[in-house]
T-cell receptor, first 109, second 117 residues
Framework: QKEVEQNSGPLSVPEGAIASLNCTYS??????FFWYRQYSGKSPELIMSIYSNGDKEDGRFTAQLNKASQYVSLLIRDSQPSDSATYLCGSNSGYALNFGKGTSLLVTP | GAVVSQHPSRVICKSGTSVKIECRSL??????MFWYRQFPKQSLMLMATSNEGSKATYEQGVEKDKFLINHASLTLSTLTVTSAHPEDSSFYIC?????????????FGPGTRLTVL
């Protein structure tokens, strides 16, 4: 079974700090990985995609991928209260995305 | 990015009626679209995979005769909830697979909140 595991949280960080969200996946055949942000009552919004080992940066967001360890992470620098949401990690092994259950992030002023 | 729309955004219906939800990819063609359901404070649940020009593939436990999916064009998939009951009340979200260039990414529609009275 293809599984994606995330800590459900909530993860609480103070405003301005770095939030670190982690995800592990079981399917070694997964080729691409995604982070989505979902606000309460809204649908998921794509934040980052990453396909190769290493880091990928986009503004305040950095995605990290380690295929040997089957590990994906998302760092949010200078966290803002507006970053408070549920973050979904997804892996793609060729068809439908496999999603984790999401990590709830709370950024406190 | 890419834009996916859903219509309606919110619907309230009486028990026993059928409701159709449309999902459109606005700026790209999507051979594959996906339908999810999400209950309050729970994770996304994949219901079915919709393929243009062929039958949908349903996940285990999802009744294909109750949740009818039609993917008649490369930009439109519809989900019809037949004979809806209060337990079908949920947030239904579609996503479309964008395979332009070297990418293979899913973009979500804004969702449809269904309330069955």
């Amino acid at each position: 079974q293809k599984e994606v595991e995330q800590n459900s949280g909530p993860l609480s960080v103070p405003e301005g700090a770095i939030a670190s969200l982690n995800c592990t996946y079981s399917d070694r055949g997964s080729q691409s990985f995604f982070w989505y942000r979902q606000y309460s009552g809204k649908s998921p919004e794509l934040i980052m995609s990453i396909y190769s080992n290493g880091d990928k940066e986009d503004g305040r967001f950095t995605a990290q991928l380690n295929k040997a360890s089957q590990y994906v992470s998302l760092l949010i620098r200078d966290s803002q209260p507006s970053d408070s949401a549920t973050y979904l990690c997804g892996s793609n092994s060729g068809y439908a995305l496999n999603f984790g259950k999401g990590t709830s992030l709370l950024v406190t002023p | 990015g890419a834009v996916v729309s859903q219509h309606p955004s919110r619907v309230i219906c009486k028990s026993g009626t059928s409701v159709k939800i449309e999902c459109r990819s606005l700026d790209f063609q999507a051979t594959t679209m996906f339908w999810y359901r999400q209950f309050p404070k729970q994770s996304l649940m994949l219901m079915a995979t919709s393929n243009e020009g062929s039958k949908a593939t349903y996940e285990q436990g999802v009744e294909k005769d109750k949740f009818l999916i039609n993917h008649a064009s490369l930009t439109l998939s519809t989900l019809t909830v037949t004979s809806a009951h209060p337990e079908d009340s949920s947030f239904y979200i579609c996503s479309a697979r964008d395979q332009r260039g070297s990418t293979d990414t899913q973009y979500f529609g804004p969702g449809t909140r269904l309330t069955v009275l």
